[in-house]
C-alpha cells in the first residue's frame, strides 16, 4: 500500500513540474533564450550531468542549430563528424519514437565496449546516454539528449517517460518560437515598407502599447507642439477621418491635418492612420524661402497647401511635366523626398 502511494504522489509531482515547465518553454522569445530555459527546467526533472538539443532541417536533414551543457564544444562538434552516423541510442530513439537509453541498446557490459563508447563517450565519462526525438508532423525534427557519468544510476523506464514528454514540450515551445520569429520578421519588412513610404502612416498597436510612425509622419507631427496628443484624440473619437489643427511650435500659420483611421480587419487592436496636411495659408520660413526661385516658392506653396501635380499646373498655366521637374529642384534645395516632408517645413 504505501508503494502504491508513493508511486502515485511521484506522479503528481511530475505532472505539477511538467505544468511549470510548459509555462516556462512557451514563453521564451527565440531560440537561444528557449534553450537556457529548457536547460535549467529539465535538469531538475530529469538529473543529468550533460544536457543537449538538437535541431534538424527538414529539407536536409542536417543540424541546424545545437546546443550543450555540461559537455565542451570540442566533444560536440567530434559527435557530429564521428558519433552521429554510429549512434545506435539514437537510431533507436528515431526508430522507436520516444525516448530511448543506452540499456535497452546492449547489456552494460557489452554497452561499455560498443564502438562509440570506446571512441567518444569514455572520454568524457558519459556511462549512460538517452535520447528523445523532436517529432512534427510525423517527421523526426531533432532530438533532446541526456548523459550521466558513472557514478550516477542508470536510466530506467521513468527517466525515459519523463524524456519523452519533455522532447514533446520543447518541441511544442520551438514551434512557437518559430512562428514569432517569422511574426517579427514580417513585422520588420512591414515597418521598412512603411518607412520608405512616401506617404505618412502612424501604425498605433493598442494591445502592445506600441506606436510607429514613418518618416513623413514623424516630419509632420515632430513639428507641432501637441500633435501627438491630438493624433491620440482622433483615435480615440472613433470616427474614421477626422480634421486636425496643428500648431507650429514656433508660431505661424495652422495648419489642417485629415487624419484616417481604421482597425486592422484581422487584428482590430492595430490602428493605421494616414496623414494628409491640407494648410490653407502656408508659409515658407524665410531661410528655406531665399533657396528657392519665385516659380518654386509658388509651387511648394500649393504643394503644401495639398493640391496635385494637375492642380498645380491649372493654376499656374504651366505643364504637369514642369511641375514634376520642378519639384525635383525643390527636394534637391531643401533636402526632403516627399510632398508630406515638404508640407513639414511650413510647419516650422
Known amino acids: 500500500m504505501g508503494d502504491d502511494i508513493g508511486v502515485g504522489d511521484a506522479m503528481v509531482a511530475d505532472e505539477e513540474h511538467l505544468s511549470s515547465g510548459l509555462a516556462v518553454l512557451v514563453t521564451a522569445r527565440g531560440l537561444d533564450e528557449l534553450q537556457d530555459r529548457y536547460f535549467e527546467w529539465v535538469a531538475g526533472h530529469v538529473p543529468s550531468f550533460a544536457l543537449g538539443v538538437y535541431l534538424f532541417d527538414p529539407r536536409t536533414g542536417e543540424t541546424r542549430a545545437s546546443a550543450v551543457r555540461g559537455l565542451s564544444r570540442f566533444y560536440v562538434h567530434r559527435y557530429e563528424r ?3 552516423p554510429v549512434d545506435p541510442v539514437l537510431r533507436g530513439a528515431v526508430a522507436a519514437r520516444r525516448a530511448f537509453d543506452d540499456s535497452l541498446v546492449a547489456p ?6 560498443a564502438p562509440i563508447v570506446q571512441e567518444l563517450f569514455r572520454h568524457y565519462d558519459m556511462a549512460h546516454v538517452m535520447c528523445a526525438p523532436l517529432v512534427s508532423g510525423g517527421e523526426i525534427v531533432g532530438t533532446v539528449n541526456f548523459a550521466r557519468a558513472g557514478g550516477e544510476p542508470a536510466f530506467d523506464q521513468r527517466d525515459r517517460r519523463r524524456a519523452t514528454v519533455a522532447a514533446m514540450m520543447f518541441q511544442a515551445a520551438v514551434a512557437a518560437t518559430d512562428l514569432v520569429t517569422a511574426i517579427d520578421a514580417e513585422r520588420a519588412a512591414w ?3 512603411l ?3 512616401g506617404q505618412a502612416i502612424v501604425v498605433t498597436d493598442l494591445e502592445r502599447a506600441e506606436r510607429h510612425a514613418n518618416r513623413p509622419a514623424r516630419a509632420l507631427l515632430d513639428a507641432a507642439d501637441d500633435a501627438w ?4 484624440a482622433a483615435i480615440d473619437g472613433g470616427e474614421a477621418i477626422q480634421r486636425l489643427t496643428v500648431r507650429p511650435a514656433g508660431g505661424g500659420a495652422a495648419t489642417e491635418v485629415s487624419v484616417t483611421s481604421a482597425p486592422l480587419p484581422e487584428r482590430p487592436s492595430v490602428i493605421v492612420s494616414i496623414l494628409s496636411a ?7 520660413p524665410p531661410a528655406l524661402r531665399r533657396l528657392l526661385t519665385g516659380r518654386e516658392t509658388a509651387i511648394a506653396e500649393l504643394v503644401a497647401a495639398g493640391r496635385r501635380d494637375h492642380e498645380i499646373a491649372s493654376r499656374l498655366h504651366i505643364s ?6 520642378h519639384l525635383k529642384s525643390i527636394y534637391s534645395k531643401l533636402d526632403v523626398h516627399s510632398r508630406v516632408e515638404l508640407a513639414g517645413l511650413f510647419l516650422r
Open 82 to 84: 564521428f558519433g552521429r
Open 191 to 193: 515597418w521598412g515598407a
Open 320 to 325: 504637369p511635366n514642369t511641375v514634376k521637374h
Open 195 to 197: 518607412e520608405s513610404s
Open 229 to 232: 496628443s491630438v493624433l491620440d
Open 278 to 284: 491640407e494648410s490653407s495659408t502656408p508659409e515658407l
Open 108 to 113: 552494460a557490459d557489452q554497452w561499455r565496449r
